[in-house]
């Protein structure tokens, strides 16, 4: 017989010699009590029955064939129900064995080597094979099973005792879930406040706690509540900076001759805000140098708040040039004023958002900047530093200029709705001071609300103060260096500023300061090297807690030694100049030992003299330590910088740290040729001088015109149009046969031809150099000039007198001339800003003329 594989076709071959059906094919004679063949029938049975006891799968095989043993009646002897298994034992070994092999589920092959054997004791040990594989395959599949539900039922259970721990902790009010454990936490947070948080933000945090423990802990709506709670809670309402006075005691504890420690410091709260006008003035004149005015200003504003009780609704806005020091102004108002402060910068913003928040519907919304800085300082009155006002960028959706008014201006204010926490909060009482370069640009009903407090600048006088006294200082403590390790002078920190830092701030010069300071340091280190002793002494010193504590001093000094003393050893070198107690000692010590004092002893007979050492040394350091005091201390430390290498800073070597002085092209002629006049500029960047130049192109008759370069805008343009034609009418009245400017084909620049260039102011300059051509007369080299200027001659007021005041100095220009309008604002100049200067105020264009080109200096060329 031959079985083929799918579509299932068998050929069947009847057996020879018989004539039954295939399924009553006779076997092979065998004796029914063959004790071996019974033997392998029991085990079939007792193999089968267990393996029916396991597997369930079993089980359904058994009854399958019982089924489909009715539809064969013949095979109904034979083929058992599977209920009545324990009869099995009736059936005819061969029976048993098909029997077997068909429920035993093995493939087809091992299935189809049983049937095709006819002896029948053969026959039953294939069956029993077959079954005993099996029994073994569902001894695994109940270890499996085991084995699986036993890891399901502990994660249930774990899960089952979880759930109960929690409730049996609830039960008992030792621990509440979650959404408790969570409002508890905001209860908690706004408890101690409460009285003072307002009615409606405290309705708004009931309603959302109540909303908190009725939403599903994983739902979304559930972080969103949360997060919102934590703002809303976190905020610190009627929470006002108080008063702190800081008492440090320091306790003299000296330890090894110049250690002293700040033990204590304890604070005193009261809970007014500070409005003492002595105290800020101190801490104002603390960080920063001059700005008289400007600190003066403050002041009247603190006094103003003094006599009000509340500092509230005012914006100050500090304008001037980078660098004058707005930013580090605005950061010691808040000291003086003993209020938190906090710095944003709106340069360039063009989000409302930024300022008043995303509504909380958006996924990751997020307060504005507002409710940010009030969480994060913790107190209700702040002061909040916006920075870079004027560059408020022009928003795409929504006028950050708006919002910025909402949150500025007082009368607002007080009811600022952010929209994310869309409950009102109160900003009266935070302080805001902005600061801009230029205020032009600054929104109108902005600038409207402000105190404006201008900066112009430093004059070289200030610079050199400033420098000196604070930005010298505060980079030497930067970069670890003592005042006893460098010389800067005065003569290398004027050219510093002459020929470096030229601007009006002082953030170059910081910067250059900076530069000298960490080549010094840099010097230092590598002499410190240098001096540095072989690795075995640092062994050596390494004995003596105090010889590493005082590295680079210490150091210098022994390279000293060494060179004082060429034949001394290391030992000698070691002891330092503040040791001296130690140098004698050494003298009671073996000669071999006195050089290297602190050596381990090499045989165990030293070792006693040197516990002795040690213990005389150890009553030597007590005895001292108890006895110096300060003086002593500060005594030593002079005497141990007296060792110390000094950098010098001087003009010869200033290149060697910060490069070649940089070109500067303010002054570009060191006399005025014919037809160039200095004018005054005034730019973001602080005042500037700059030249009018101009000169002829063609001669001829009837050929007069202007053509003008320098980037100049067309207020600029104009104002040289009109330049050229009150110059010609004042030429006409002053040498009425010269036709200079009727034949002329002119040109008028203004270097630098990068840089463009707007504005009215250079239009008195612009007639003085067309006369001065006109007339080949020059002006003097240290006059220069600023006015607008009508048709008719008359010299109209300029903005920024100080600004260009101070650029003057700057480019040693020693007559200035402004319009008279502006008279004012130079009479309001410090005295050291106007100092030297020759200044003549006018109102109109003849005035000049006379001023420029009336004296018998300016001869003729
Ligand atoms: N009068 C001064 N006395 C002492 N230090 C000053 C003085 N003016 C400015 N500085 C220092 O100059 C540095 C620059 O100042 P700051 O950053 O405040 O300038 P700014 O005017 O805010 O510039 P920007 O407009 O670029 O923001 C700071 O380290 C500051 O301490």
Request: overall charge negative.
């Amino acid at each position: 017989m031959q079985v083929s594989e799918d579509p299932l076709t068998v050929k069947v071959d009847h057996l020879k010699a018989c004539s039954l059906p295939f399924f009553m094919m006779q076997d092979k004679p065998y004796d029914k009590d063959d004790d071996v063949i019974k033997a392998t029938s029991f085990e079939v049975i007792s193999t089968v029955r267990d393996v029916l006891k396991t597997s369930s799968l079993w089980r359904d095989h058994v009854q399958t064939y019982t089924q489909l043993s009715l539809s064969y009646s013949s095979l109904l002897l034979s083929f058992p129900r599977c209920h009545c298994l324990q009869h099995m034992g009736d059936f005819n070994y061969s029976r048993l064995a098909d029997f077997g092999a068909a429920i035993s589920g093995a493939n087809k092959l091992l299935c189809q080597q049983v049937l095709e054997e006819l002896d029948v004791y053969k026959r039953l040990k294939l069956t029993l094979e077959l079954v005993k594989k099996e029994l073994e395959i569902s001894k695994i599949q109940e270890s499996i099973a085991k084995a699986i539900e036993e890891k399901i039922s502990g994660e249930q259970r774990r899960y089952l005792l979880n759930e109960q721990l929690k409730a049996i902790k609830k039960e008992l009010g030792l621990e509440t879930d979650d959404k408790s454990a969570l409002s508890a936490k905001f209860r908690e947070r706004i408890e101690p406040n409460k009285e003072k948080i307002p009615p409606h933000v405290l309705q708004v945090i009931e309603e959302e706690l109540t909303k908190l423990q009725l939403l599903e802990a994983s739902s979304s709506e559930f972080n969103v509540t949360r997060n919102y709670l934590d703002w809303l809670t976190a905020l610190p309402y009627g929470n006002y900076s108080q008063f702190s006075i800081l008492v440090i005691c320091n306790l003299r504890f000296i330890l090894f001759a110049q250690l002293y420690c700040k033990l204590l410091c304890f604070q005193f709260k009261c809970s007014d805000e500070n409005f003492d006008v002595i105290q800020a003035q101190k801490i104002l004149d603390e960080d920063h140098y001059g700005l008289d005015d400007v600190k003066e200003r403050i002041l009247e504003f603190i006094a103003v708040g003094k006599l009000r009780g509340t500092s509230q609704g005012k914006i100050i806005c500090l304008s001037g040039p980078p660098g004058v020091g707005k930013t580090s102004i605005g950061r010691s108002i808040a000291r003086a004023l003993n209020r938190k402060f906090y710095r944003f910068s709106v340069g360039g913003l063009s989000d409302v958002a930024e300022i008043k928040g995303h509504r909380r519907t958006y996924i990751g919304a997020m307060p504005g900047k507002m409710v940010q800085c009030l969480k994060n300082v913790g107190t209700a009155n702040p002061l909040v530093l916006i920075d870079e006002i004027d560059k408020l960028g022009r928003g795409h959706a929504g006028d950050p200029a708006s919002a910025m008014l909402e949150l500025l201006d007082p009368e607002q204010n007080a009811n600022f709705l952010d929209h994310y926490l869309d409950v009102p909060i109160d900003l009266s009482k935070v302080l805001f001071v902005c600061t801009a370069n230029v205020v032009e640009m600054i929104p109108n009903p902005l600038l409207d609300r402000m105190e404006v407090i201008a900066i112009a600048g430093y004059i070289s006088d200030e610079k050199m103060h400033i420098a000196r006294d604070y930005l010298e200082k505060a980079t030497r403590e930067a970069c670890g260096i003592k005042s006893e390790q460098v010389e800067v002078t005065d003569a290398a920190l004027l050219a510093l500023i002459e020929n470096y830092c030229r601007e009006a701030g002082v953030r170059n010069l910081q910067k250059h300061i900076e530069k000298i300071y960490r080549k010094i340091a840099l010097q230092l280190v590598r002499k410190g090297e240098l001096n540095k002793p072989p690795v075995s002494e640092v062994g050596v010193k390494g004995h003596d807690g105090r010889a590493e504590s005082v590295s680079e001093t210490d150091e210098t000094a022994v390279g000293a030694k060494i060179e004082a003393e060429p034949g001394g050893g290391s030992g000698t070198g070691m002891a330092s100049e503040t040791s001296t107690e130690t140098e004698a000692e050494n003298k009671d010590l073996p000669v071999d030992k006195q050089q290297t004092p602190l050596n381990l002893p090499s045989e165990p007979k030293e070792s006693g003299k040197l516990l002795l050492w040690h213990l005389a040394l150890l009553i030597l350091l007590i005895a001292a330590s108890s006895q110096v005091n300060v003086e002593t201390a500060e005594k030593l430390e002079s005497e141990v910088s007296k060792t110390v290498d000094k950098v010098l800073v001087d003009t010869p070597n200033l290149s060697d740290f910060v490069g070649k002085p940089v070109f500067h092209a303010e002054r570009i002629y060191d006399q005025t040729p014919v037809g160039v006049v200095m004018g005054l500029a005034w730019t973001a960047m602080g005042g500037s001088t700059l030249y009018i130049e101009t000169t002829q192109v063609e001669q001829g008759e009837g050929k007069g015109a202007l053509h003008l370069t320098g980037q100049l805008g067309d207020v600029m343009k104009e104002s040289a149009q009109i330049a050229h034609t009150v110059a010609r009418a004042i030429l006409s009245e002053k040498v009425p046969d010269n036709p200079f400017f009727a034949n002329s084909k002119l040109h008028l620049h203004v270097p630098a031809g990068a840089t463009p260039k707007d504005g009215p102011s250079a239009g008195c300059t612009m007639i003085t150099s067309l006369l001065s051509l006109a007339m080949k007369k020059s002006v003097r080299k240290d006059l220069a000039m600023t006015g607008e200027v009508t048709l008719t001659g008359r010299i109209l007021p300029i903005g920024g007198v100080k600004e260009k005041t101070i650029a003057a100095r700057r480019s040693d220009v020693k007559t200035l001339i402004f319009p008279s309008a502006n008279r004012r604002d130079f009479d309001e100049l410090a005295i050291n800003v106007k100092d030297g200067l020759e200044v003549h105020f006018v109102d109109d264009y003849s005035q000049i003329f006379d001023l420029a080109f009336g004296g018998d200096q300016h001869g003729e060329k």
